[in-house]
């Protein structure tokens, strides 16, 4: 009787050594890449969320009109640093806080990678990852901060106040001066009723129009959005020149 033992051989004892191996590499290479992409997509919405919270959100209206302007729209100038966003720097129309979660960890100025967001003028860069992942949220600052609002001055008749009357005329606008207070600008308007405001930061802003001898006033909510002239016509509802 012959007797029979089975079992492995040294050769296929390395060679399922060597397969588990490389079974372990490839879980673990598809694992450090599902981190990666997992970091990758949490950055980028913090990124989003962050742009938002300075100039707001174009896509929330009200009435029509865009409403939510984030960090410029109520101070008139870009924060210092995002802290800003979280904590009051001292301003008076701050009405924050504007970025959401836990604002006291600080977690907000860190990327998935806990490393520290770059602010640099209108951009935003996480460097967390070895390669830079930006979010630029305007082409300048100055499509922020320096923007014109114009437009025409009638009458209820449609007339123009001529040289007579541009003079009882003034045309104020008021928005946030980008120190923590409000700036009012006032103008008259031309003969042919013209008028033009510069420098104007975005946001929804108040034009009052008085005419000085009956006092009468008329008040505009004026939306003021990146990059782009606002146009509007005053019409007085009476019949004044």
Known sequence: MINSQSGFTMIELIMVIIIIGIMAG????????TIETSRYEATRAELIELTRSIVGNAAIDAGGARS??????DIGALPSSLNDLAVNPGLATWDGPYISGNIE??????????????????LLRSVGSG??????FASKSADLLNNSVSGYLL???????GN????????????????GGLATSSINPNADGSF?????PIGNHLMRVVYIPDSDTV??????????????????????W
Do not use: Q
Request: hydrophobic share 40%; with cysteine; aromatic share 14%.
């Open 105 to 122: 960890s600080g977690d907000f100025g860190r990327d998935a990678w806990n490393a520290n967001y770059l602010y640099m003028d209108t």
């Open 68 to 73: 939510d302007f984030g960090y410029v729209g």
């Open 196 to 200: 033009r405001f510069s420098g104007i």
């Open 131 to 136: 390669m830079n992942i930006d979010r630029v």
């Open 164 to 179: 007579t009357y541009d003079d009882s005329l003034i045309i104020s606008l008021i928005y946030p001066d980008g120190s």
């Open 26 to 33: 490839v879980a673990t290479m598809k694992m450090s890449n």
């Open 219 to 240: 008040e505009y909510e004026l939306c003021v959005n990146p990059g782009s002239g606002t146009y509007i016509d005053v019409v007085f509802p009476a019949d004044l």
């Open 155 to 161: 009458d209820a008749d449609i007339n123009m106040p």
